[in-house]
């Protein structure tokens, strides 16, 4: 696990794209830095790290730090090597979802200095910057493990990033969206039938088993069903609260600024973290045996 590790780490300091991904991201804190302090009555730094997501900035940069991940090893066809390591599969996707991560924290850890710099020329608030800081390291936790899943189900690097930018450009806008939904009890119920229906494609897809992947479309489709005959006026407008639900963006947005860390918002991170690791491994293991 630890020459996994290490290999994918090196890989992004053996080409230039590693080192103008992290350049481009120092020379963006930078320049939020300046913008933000040079007429600023006190030093301010969490700015600087909001504005990272607010001008989509991670949004595009974290694609190209994970498209590579599994779709290099599909195309090089170097994956059933590395599949024949003597280590479970999902070793392997932890070590290069660890790899990336540590990538991806390197300039946030620059980035973390620069409050114990300001405090040399000003009072700044530490206890709001540094959660701050923590609810994004977890924000790009969650963007690096879907990168990663979507890497996985193509061995095309450009094709990888485009679908990451794609999704969380949706992500990012997801609020602008629901904003527009109808929100009749009877559109939410069908969109409710929609998701069921992805939901036991996707797992017929991770399984080959067609029967399991109808049980899992059946069963919560149903019990929507059940639940709308009964109660209706919840279901009014419950879509459009789902989907706001899964603005990870928003979140972000709603949870910095603040001198206490917003734990559901980590939690919440974790969580889509763990999820989406756990399906790029279901993902790796599919096309093992496949083969």
């Not at 080192?19 to 481009?24: H, S």
């Not at 009072?123 to 701050?132: E, K, L, P």
């Not at 094709?159 to 990451?164: G, L, P, Q, W």
Request: proline share 3%; net charge neutral; glycine share 4%.
């Amino acid at each position: 696990m630890l020459a996994v590790y290490k290999k994918e780490l090196r890989s992004y300091f053996n080409n230039m794209l590693g080192w103008v991904i992290m350049a481009v991201t120092l020379v963006f804190i930078g320049f939020f830095t300046v913008v933000i302090n040079v007429n600023a009555l006190a030093p301010v730094f969490d700015y600087v790290l909001i504005y990272m997501i607010g001008y989509c900035i991670y949004v595009v940069l974290i694609p190209f730090v994970t498209m590579k991940s599994v779709a290099s090893e599909r195309h090089d066809k170097t994956e059933q090597l590395l599949l024949s390591l003597p280590i479970p599969t999902w070793k392997i996707i932890v070590a290069k979802y660890l790899a990336e991560m540590t990538f991806v924290a390197i300039p946030l850890l620059v980035a973390a200095f620069y409050p114990l710099i300001f405090s040399l020329f000003g009072t700044i608030n530490f206890a709001t910057v540094y959660a701050t800081w923590l609810t994004l390291f977890f924000l790009l936790a969650a963007m690096v493990a879907m990168g990663t899943f979507f890497s996985s189900l193509s061995e095309n690097q450009i094709v990888a990033a485009v679908t990451s930018v794609g999704v969380f450009f949706l992500l990012y806008f997801l609020s602008n969206i629901v904003s527009v939904l109808p929100s009749s009890s009877l559109f939410s119920l069908v969109c409710l039938y929609v998701v069921a229906l992805i939901f036991g494609l996707i797992v017929r897809f991770l399984t080959r088993d067609t029967t399991m992947g109808i049980v899992c479309a059946a069963v919560p489709a149903l019990g929507c069903f059940i639940w709308y005959i009964f109660d209706a006026d919840a279901f009014s407008g419950l879509f459009a609260n789902i989907l706001y639900g899964l603005s990870i963006f928003d979140k972000f947005f709603n949870s910095v600024g603040y001198e206490i860390l917003d734990l559901t918002a980590i939690v919440y991170y974790i969580t889509i973290a763990f999820v989406f690791v756990f399906i790029t491994v279901q993902s790796v293991e599919k096309r093992r045996w496949n083969s």
